[in-house]
């Protein structure tokens, strides 16, 4: 079984401010590790995954997220956030055996505020 | 380079009737993934074609069904329709399993 939670609705940051949205995540195998965002009306756009390798990974829009295996789990970061980064954003795994079924957490809403 | 396309925008149908949904993926990918998002339960997988073979299903009815064509477009189905149906349905497509997807805009799915 696989599942992924995001603890958090809602997370309010200033712009110019370092921004953290926390995923954890539970499965069975190896996990693979996904992040996108979704922009009102419009669909969800890839921003970042873990597979293997280097714990820290690099993606679009300078975000980056800490896969952290002791403690499940796979928190989004940026060092200095931007009023177009507010947008809802979901966490996914989906276990190395599970081929093609990625669990979604239930979203953060993330704000930054001028 | 063109999108995940998926086709019709918004739909309105009544109690009872089908839908068909169309996705067209990237060029090259031959993986598609439908997830069905609503407020009350997020985004729910649906099922997952690979190369024309269903490869995952996700808990929902016999009524929801699929199929991917040998040029990797799919369609997803929806029988007997009822108001619970009501959804954004998402298609998204990979190269491979592992790699990110890309989602497309969805069809908005009204039933009445």
């Known amino acids: 079984a696989q599942s992924v939670a995001q603890p958090e609705d809602q997370v309010n940051v200033a712009e110019g401010n370092p921004l953290t949205v926390k995923c954890t995540y539970s499965?069975?195998?190896?996990?693979?590790l996904f992040w996108y965002v979704q922009y009102p009306n419009r669909g969800l756009q890839f921003l970042l995954k873990y597979i293997t390798g280097d714990n820290l990974v690099k993606g679009s829009y300078g975000f980056e997220a800490e896969f952290n295996k002791s403690q499940t789990s796979f928190h989004l970061k940026k060092p200095s956030a931007l009023v177009s980064d507010s947008a809802l954003y979901f966490c996914a795994v989906r276990d190395d055996t599970n081929a093609g079924k990625s669990t979604f957490g239930d979203g953060t809403t993330l704000t930054v505020k001028p | 380079k063109a999108g995940v396309t998926q086709t019709p925008r918004y739909l309105i149908k009544t109690r009872g009737q089908q839908v068909t949904l169309s996705c067209s993926p990237i060029?090259?990918?031959?993986?598609v993934s439908w997830y069905q998002q609503t407020p009350g339960q997020g985004l729910q997988f649906l099922f997952e074609y690979f190369s024309e073979t269903q490869r995952n299903k996700g808990n929902f009815p016999g009524r929801f069904s699929g199929r991917q064509f040998s040029n990797s477009r799919s369609e997803m189905n929806v029988s007997t329709l009822e108001l619970g149906d009501s959804a954004l349905y998402l298609c998204?497509?990979?190269?491979?399993?592992?790699?990110?997807?890309?989602f497309g805009s969805g069809t908005r799915l009204t039933v009445v």
């Open positions: 060029s090259g990918h031959r993986s």
């Open positions: 499965v069975s195998g190896n996990p693979y």
């Open positions: 998204a497509s990979s190269l491979e399993t592992g790699f990110g997807y890309t």
